[in-house]
């Protein structure tokens, strides 16, 4: 079941990306690097993909500590950034594991936790987790991390964010609370009025699925129609044939054709707006 704040997993006969067990042996030695998809797939090769971040901690200006996981690229940089904000689950082995492939990629990748330590496997417990994140402590944490990241010593001074379903919503929120290079919302709550957007800065890209019941074509008609009213015109949003969640391959509603296709406009949207 699905709702405005995220989506059940629920098995299906739908064939997930998977690696031969060479390939798992070799990706786990650190001798071969697979598809995105079949990582995050398979439980074991997205923990060991996560294992490539490092734990970080940070001082809010409020007197509170929280924690991310950071990937860094090889080399000397300066590298673009981008906070990476979880789903309602929590901050599992797979945001991890997609920081680790954003190093990859070339960019410093943030994986943010917004629960304080929390992971949920059950819609009972992902509600629960996201019932107790408090908003200003959420604004907070993100605007700490991206100003933290600005001055990193491997950043080139730009930040990007990204978030799916309850993270998309915050992807957004962390951009209208402080002044970012890039926003990249996954079937993310983007019901925002014209005055809420005005102090938007960044180009938005979005990724929505026609099949959505909840972050569906009237919520993010609305939000065109407001971006519109706010004078913000670099936003481009996508369609696809596809449920809420449909970028997320341990989900029955995965798409891998789609997710495929949302992830390279992703990347592309990322390099476009945060190199040089």
């Known amino acids: 079941m699905c709702d405005l704040h995220g989506c059940n997993r629920s098995d299906d006969d739908r064939p997930l990306p998977q690696a031969t067990s060479a390939q798992r042996r070799l990706f786990l030695k650190g001798m071969l690097s697979l598809p995105l998809a079949v990582v995050l797939a398979d439980p074991l090769l997205a923990q060991a993909a996560g294992a490539r971040t490092q734990a970080v901690k940070l001082g809010l200006g409020s007197g509170a500590e929280v924690g991310a996981h950071l990937a860094v690229p090889a080399g000397d940089g300066p590298f673009p950034a981008v906070v990476l904000i979880h789903e309602w689950w929590g901050l599992n082995n797979q945001i991890k594991a997609v920081a680790a492939e954003l190093a990859e990629q070339g960019f410093?990748?943030?994986?943010?936790?917004?629960?304080?330590?929390?992971?949920?496997?059950?819609?009972?417990?992902?509600?629960?987790?996201?019932?107790?994140?408090?908003?200003?402590?959420?604004?907070?944490?993100?605007?700490?991390?991206?100003?933290?990241?600005?001055?990193?010593?491997?950043?080139?001074?730009?930040?990007g964010t990204l978030g799916w379903c309850f993270g998309g919503g915050w992807s957004l929120e962390a951009s209208l609370a402080t002044p970012v290079d890039a926003t990249i919302v996954y079937?993310?709550?983007?019901?925002?009025?014209?005055?809420?957007?005005?102090?938007?800065?960044?180009?938005?890209?979005?990724?929505?699925?026609?099949?959505?019941?909840?972050?569906?074509?009237?919520?993010?008609?609305?939000?065109?129609?407001?971006?519109?009213?706010?004078?913000?015109?670099?936003?481009q949003v996508h369609w696809y044939v596809a449920d809420h969640a449909f970028a997320n391959p341990t989900g029955a509603r995965y798409d891998e054709e789609n997710a495929a296709l949302a992830w390279s406009r992703s990347l592309a949207f990322l390099y476009q707006h945060l190199s040089g």
């Open 187 to 235: 079937y993310g709550n983007v019901r925002r009025t014209p005055e809420q957007l005005a102090s938007l800065q960044s180009p938005v890209l979005g990724h929505f699925g026609t099949l959505d019941k909840s972050i569906d074509e009237a919520m993010v008609g609305d939000f065109e129609r407001a971006m519109a009213e706010a004078g913000k015109t670099d936003l």
């Open 108 to 159: 410093i990748a943030l994986a943010v936790d917004l629960y304080g330590g929390g992971v949920a496997d059950t819609r009972e417990g992902a509600m629960a987790l996201k019932n107790g994140v408090d908003d200003a402590r959420a604004t907070e944490t993100l605007v700490g991390w991206i100003e933290w990241l600005r001055q990193h010593d491997l950043c080139n001074g730009k930040v």
